[in-house]
């Protein structure tokens, strides 16, 4: 899956997220947003000028946010976006509205949408996370020119094959290659039960 498939997914499937930014204390305020359309330049939402989310946004132009779908935890697939923000102009606006008709429910005059605003989350990283499969799927993508930052474990060239990571692994993920220990990043979870039992200290956390 690329990037524009999980953007896709993202509008289409889950469409409501939680949101994420900080407030004047550093402390984290969330709140539930729309994903109102994507393209190659980033993903859009909007918000109103009047609410204290726009105040943080203007201030603090950063977000997080998480998305959900299905309906139990062992069905679910979750994508998480962390990025800079920036206001869009009133063009982009107008074309939100017209392909999320439901906000003209929401604010149905013209002087009702004065207000309104779209921002883009125009650079950043993110990561799928899919629990309906066995052994779990995860990956990270970047866009807008960041990037890539490794994140979980890794397994150094110090490895002895002493196999105990294999034992204490709940996906089943790290195996033998070569004398070495391997995880597949793609179905790990990052519990860190392998970096915690290494005897000798070859697995890193990134």
């Known amino acids: 899956m690329n990037r524009e498939q999980i953007f896709d997914f993202l509008l289409r499937e889950i469409h409501t997220v939680v949101m994420a930014n900080t407030d004047d204390d550093g402390k984290p305020v969330t709140c539930a947003i729309d994903i109102?359309?994507?393209d190659s330049q980033g993903i859009y939402f909007?918000?109103?000028?009047?609410k204290k989310f726009y105040d943080r946004l203007k201030k603090y132009p950063f977000i997080s946010l998480t998305g959900i779908k299905g309906d139990s935890t062992m069905k679910r697939i979750a994508v998480s976006v962390q990025g800079n923000v920036r206001e869009c102009?009133?063009?982009?606006?107008?074309?939100?509205?017209?392909?999320n008709k439901y906000m003209y429910d929401i604010y149905p005059t013209e002087q009702s949408q004065k207000n309104l605003t779209a921002f883009i989350i125009y650079e950043g990283h993110g990561e799928w996370f899919d629990l309906s499969k066995k052994p779990i799927d995860r990956f990270s993508f970047v866009f807008g020119g960041t990037t890539d930052v490794k994140s979980g474990y890794y397994i150094d060239e110090n490895c002895t094959s002493?196999?105990?990571?294999?034992?204490v692994c709940p996906q089943r993920c790290i195996e033998i290659q070569e004398n070495r220990?391997?995880?597949?990043?793609t179905h790990c979870l990052h519990c860190g039960n392998c970096f915690e039992i290494c005897p000798i200290g070859a697995i890193r956390r990134l």
């Open 89 to 99: 102009g009133r063009d982009i606006l107008n074309k939100l509205l017209e392909r």
């Open 46 to 50: 909007l918000t109103a000028k009047g």
């Open 36 to 38: 109102m359309d994507y």
């Open 162 to 167: 002493c196999k105990k990571c294999l034992s």
């Open 181 to 185: 220990a391997v995880i597949n990043q």
